[in-house]
C-alpha cells in the first residue's frame, strides 16, 4: 500500500519477509514466489516481545539478516479506510489527487497529508453504461508514521506498509477457480474479516467485531447466537455482492479461523446457498521448509503474516 525508499538495490535475497508485531509477540514469514512455481514459505519465526518490539526487532535484524531482504508490515485493520469510488475521468498520474478530495467526506483524517493508495477494480462484465471503480485503501499519515516508529528506532528497513485485506487478498488468488469470485471469511481473536476477490484484485470488504472466542464459548446458548449471528451477516453480505457485482459469479466461501471453531464450516454451509469450504494451502503452496504449516491450523494463525509475504515484485 505505501512504498518506503530503499537503497539496497540488486544485494537483495530472492522473496519478501513480512513482519507483524500482535498481541505482545512478532510473527515473521519468508516467502519466495517465483514464476511456473507454488509460493515457497522458507522459514517461519514467532518471538516474544518481553523486552519490548524494538529489542525484538533489533535481535531479529541480526539473526534473520532482514536487511539483505526486502521486509514489509501491516497496518492496524482498524488504521486502514477502504472505499469504493467511480474512477475519475483524469489522467493516470493525476488520480490520487482527485481520488483524495474524494475522501474528504469519508475519512476522519486530513485527507492532505493522509497516505493512498489506488487499486482498480476489473472492469470487465460490467453493464452497460456502468463506470468502472476503483479501491481506495487510506490511512492518516500519524496512524503510519506509529506503525513504522519501533522498525526506524530498530533500524529494520520496510519496502512497504500494506493493508490486512491485500495480505488477505494474496491467499485469495491462490485459491480462486478460474473466473470465478472468490469469498474468503477469515475470523480470529480481534474479529472477523471478509473480502471478495476476482481475477487477482480486491473487490469488497466487510469487517465486524465478531470474533472466533464468541463463536467457540463454552456457553452453548451465546455459542449458538453469535452462529445464528454470523450465517445472517454472510447470507446479507452475499446478497449484498450479488446486487453490487452480479456480474460476478461466486463459486465457494472460504473460511479460516483462529482460535479453530469445532463445525463452523459446516453449520455455514447450511445457512447459505454458495459452497463452504476450511481453508487448506498445501495444495497450492510448498511448506517442505516449514512442515508445521502443512496444518490447516497454523495456517490459520499465520494467515496475514503469509499473505502480507505472497509479494510478487522485488523492491526498488
Known sequence: MIEMRSFLGSRRKPGWISILPQNGRVALVHAVCLPGARPAIQWLENVATERGLTEALQRLRKVRKLDAHACTTLMAAADCTLTQLEAPPVPREERKDALRWALKDVVNYPVDSACIEVLDLPSEGLPAGRQAGVLVVSAAEQAVRAC???????????????????????????LADENRGLVFLRIDETGMMLTLTFHGELIAVRRSELNAAQLASEDAGQRERMIERLVLDLQRSLDNFDRQYGHIPVSKVVVASFPAVPGLVEELGRGIYVPVVAMNLNDVMDFAAV?????????ARYLLAIGAALRTGEAA
Open 148 to 174: 513504522v516508529a519501533p522498525f526506524e528506532t530498530a533500524k529494520v528497513r520496510l519496502d512497504v506498509v500494506d493493508a490486512p485485506e491485500l495480505a488477505q487478498r494474496n491467499v485469495a488468488i491462490l
Open 291 to 299: 512442515p508445521e504449516l502443512k496444518e490447516p491450523d497454523v495456517q
